[in-house]
């Protein structure tokens, strides 16, 4: 196998992977994934002991236990571009040996979870419900850079949203990878399930208006129409489509977890967003201890 270069995997003078700052032993083979740094203690605070607190610029990861199991809380940060950031670093720490920067002979997946908020494009979705995506919708650029490919039901999905949305036309073409089977199977009661979109910004990206014109005005209701068989859109946000992409090509177990905290078809916002969170953060730990 061919050694990587320093350049390409930058390792800092602890010996740590450069943006995470963290050890390969210092990462649990569970993980959740956070945008907020601030949430990462929300969520460890539920661990029964916690091994690792480190920070480097705004990905801060704390290493723990619940129970016997051990459990990594990582903040990324918003947005595709520091998933990407997020995904190959959590994978590099896993399967590439940090001495001869070769990557491992035998690869091991591990399971990422994201605890996140978005916002619903169903009117039955609730604000304050919770969301477990079926799929990862892409409609920003970030894996156009891969050699990402998808299965046929995936491909006929994804044709369907273009011929209906037209937004191939206006940007890069949309991706799209569906959620771990091995995980969302234990998110199905007291969830919604369906499409999350993920979009490479928060206000034009998001159909917001607020002193600048959109290009589509029509976003909110082409995404909330669209239908392929069982399949409907439910919520959008930034960073779901990355983690699904990058940890399919990568062999890895992801599922991506919202709190609705808006909803777009009602023009309704939660009266509080931590709670909401917090609900969700104490759900996903439960069934985590007692299934995963």
Do not use: W
């Not at 078809?265 to 509080?272: A, R």
């Amino acid at each position: 196998m061919s050694r990587i270069a320093e350049s390409e995997m930058i390792i800092n003078d602890r010996g740590a992977i450069y943006h995470l700052n963290l050890l390969p032993e210092e990462l649990a083979s569970n993980i959740i994934v956070v945008g907020d740094p601030e949430r990462v203690k929300l969520v460890s605070k539920y661990f029964d002991s916690i091994e690792v607190r480190t920070h480097h610029r705004e990905f801060i990861t704390h290493t723990g236990t619940i129970g016997k199991k051990r459990i990594s809380v990582i903040s990324t940060g918003i947005g595709t571009d520091n998933i990407d950031i997020t995904l190959n670093e959590i994978d590099a720490l896993v399967n590439i040996d940090f001495k001869t920067r070769e990557i491992k002979p035998k690869l091991t997946p591990v399971n990422i979870i994201r605890i996140g908020t978005s916002g619903s494009l169903q009117e039955d979705i609730p604000v304050d419900g919770h969301v477990a995506g079926t799929h990862g919708l892409g409609i920003d650029n970030l894996l156009n850079f891969y050699r990402l490919e998808q299965n046929e039901e995936e491909k006929q999905l994804l044709h369907s949203f273009v011929t209906h949305t037209q937004l191939h036309g206006q940007m890069s073409y949309p991706y799209i990878a569906g959620a771990s089977a091995s995980l969302i199977k234990h998110f199905v009661k007291d969830f919604y399930q369906g499409i999350t979109v993920t979009c490479p910004g928060f206000y034009g990206p998001q159909g917001r208006i607020l002193r600048l014109g959109i290009r589509n005005p029509n976003l909110i209701n082409s995404l909330t129409n669209f239908r392929f068989g069982q399949h409907r859109i439910a919520n959008f946000e930034m960073e779901t489509s990355a983690i699904y992409s990058l940890g399919k090509l990568l062999g890895h177990h992801c599922l991506s977890l919202n709190a609705i905290v808006a909803n777009r078809i009602k023009k309704e916002f939660t009266k509080n967003a931590i709670v909401a969170v917090d609900n969700l953060v104490k759900k996903v730990l439960n069934i985590f201890a007692d299934y995963i």
